[in-house]
């Protein structure tokens, strides 16, 4: 009884296992078969079609003010006051410092004094030299009496003209100890204070003047650039552009609103960098730029008369990194190499391997797969893809 117990049992085991391995080869079967019946692969593609594209480089740099002087006083002595106030806006002339007059005010009146001296003793020797010039031709004088007394009127005319000199200079040390602003523009702080004693053309400037009107941005270029952007120009390849103008991105990553100008561009490649500078010039009007900001400089160098833009995401790299797009073909997606020159915006310019209508694919690259057909359509006009359900446990 216990072996035909058993024997029952292995059987219904048996058949069990058996009804399992059916059931899920039915599974798999309607599985695969699932998988099988799906239709071609859908992707989105564009059409190429040549436009004219303006190149840009961005160059990194900082800014410089447009102009810059340092105060320094002409004359020594000790500072009474100061006349501004540090950080405003200052205008050329404006007295800025004023230094103890009272020892150049001296001078100039003794300067003065000794030109009225010598104007009397010119007056005198002059009236003299008129009357032997009349004398000697009645023989009243003797001609030796005549040339001294026209000589010594030369030498006191002579003695005058040093004099209003003299006058001249004191005069302008004079006004050299009111200190003043040699530019307009925004002053800074000061370096000195009422009762400090200066000296005349000291290395150590008072105060240093900025005009902030306009803004100057220094930024290089390797020279290698500048030698490959002149072969395109030579080629054809490129147009020049009207202007060079130039935008400007600030540290922040925003946008400078005002459109500067390439003004300056060295003819001497630094022998340490292989660098070429290059200077532009943006207005400012309302001081929102300042000297020594990190900014990036953005210049138009050229046009591209027939580029070809695609998508970044359209660019494909082979094993060794060389550059392909897939363009829609006869027999579904063929894979096509391409020279790619420059990013402009979210896009690569392609210089080789496309040619109008070309139809490269930009959406469901992932979907691409040896001898698997496609379903091209226009980018933008496929349904999004349909998350399917998880299966039930």
């Not at 690259?365 to 980018?379: D, E, M, N, T, W």
């Amino acid at each position: 009884m216990q072996f035909q117990r058993s024997a029952v049992t292995t059987a219904v085991g048996l058949a069990a296992i058996a009804l399992t391995l059916a059931a899920c080869g039915k599974g798999q079967g309607a599985g695969g078969a699932g998988m099988g019946m799906g239709g071609p692969a859908e992707v989105g593609y564009i059409v190429v079609q040549p436009q004219s594209v303006g190149l840009t480089t961005e160059l990194a740099g900082r800014t410089s003010a447009y102009l810059v002087s340092d105060v320094r006083p002409q004359v020594g002595g000790v500072i009474k006051s100061r006349l501004f106030q540090e950080g405003s806006i200052v205008h050329a002339g404006q007295s800025l410092y004023q230094i103890d007059p009272a020892t150049y005010q001296a001078t100039y009146n003794s300067a003065v004094a000794a030109l009225a001296q010598a104007q009397a003793q010119a007056t005198s020797a002059k009236l003299k030299a008129d009357r032997y010039r009349t004398l000697v031709e009645t023989g009243a004088v003797s001609k030796q009496d005549n040339d001294d007394a026209q000589a010594a009127a030369l030498q006191t005319a002579a003695a005058v003209a040093v004099q209003k000199a003299a006058v001249d200079n004191a005069r302008i040390n004079l006004n050299y100890t009111k200190v003043a602003a040699p530019i307009s523009g925004r002053i800074g702080k000061s370096s000195v204070t009422p009762g400090a004693l200066v000296t005349a053309s000291q290395a150590t400037a008072l105060a240093t003047v900025q005009d902030l009107s306009k803004i100057y941005v220094d930024v290089t270029q390797t020279s290698a650039e500048l030698l490959k952007l002149k072969e395109q120009f030579a080629s054809g390849k490129l147009g020049k552009a009207g202007s060079t103008s130039v935008s400007l991105k600030l540290e922040d990553g925003s946008t400078y609103p005002l459109a500067g100008s390439l003004e300056f561009s060295d003819i001497t490649v630094d022998p340490g960098t292989g660098a070429v500078g290059l200077r532009a010039v943006f207005p400012n009007p309302n001081g929102a730029l300042l000297p020594g900001m990190y900014v990036h400089a953005v210049l138009t160098q050229g046009v591209a008369s027939g580029g070809v833009l695609v998508p970044q995401t359209a660019i494909q790299r082979d094993p060794k990194g060389n550059a392909m797009v897939s363009v829609v073909g006869a027999q579904g997606a063929e894979p096509r190499p391409v020279t790619l020159g420059q990013t402009v915006g979210d896009k690569w310019l392609v210089t080789g391997g496309l040619k109008p209508g070309d139809k490269v694919i930009t959406e469901g690259l992932q979907k691409l797969r040896p001898g698997v057909p496609i379903k091209p359509v226009p980018a933008g006009s496929a349904p999004a893809a349909q998350t399917a359900p998880s299966a039930k446990r």
